[in-house]
């Protein structure tokens, strides 16, 4: 059941890695020919908030994973 729950961390992990690929992507990808201040502040905002939120789930899933397998190799 363990390496279940170390496998599956394993891959939320990678699931997150693309995630910031694709937010930074979708960052790069948005026009840049409005030059509101207001509209860039928003953007840096939102991307710090989810880059914040995939940092908490990224630390969560790295305990679950430890958790799993010093519990396989007890």
Do not use: W
């Not at 891959?11 to 995630?19: E, F, K, N, Q, R």
């Amino acid at each position: 059941m363990f390496m279940k729950v170390a496998i599956g961390a394993i891959g939320i992990g990678v699931a997150l890695m693309v995630g910031y690929l694709v937010i930074a992507q979708v960052r790069v990808a948005l026009p840049t020919t409005i030059n509101d201040t207001n509209l860039t502040n928003a953007m840096n905002n939102t991307q710090a908030t989810v880059f914040a939120g995939f940092g908490l789930l990224a630390v969560g899933i790295i305990v679950l994973a430890a958790f799993a397998l010093i519990n396989i190799f007890k």
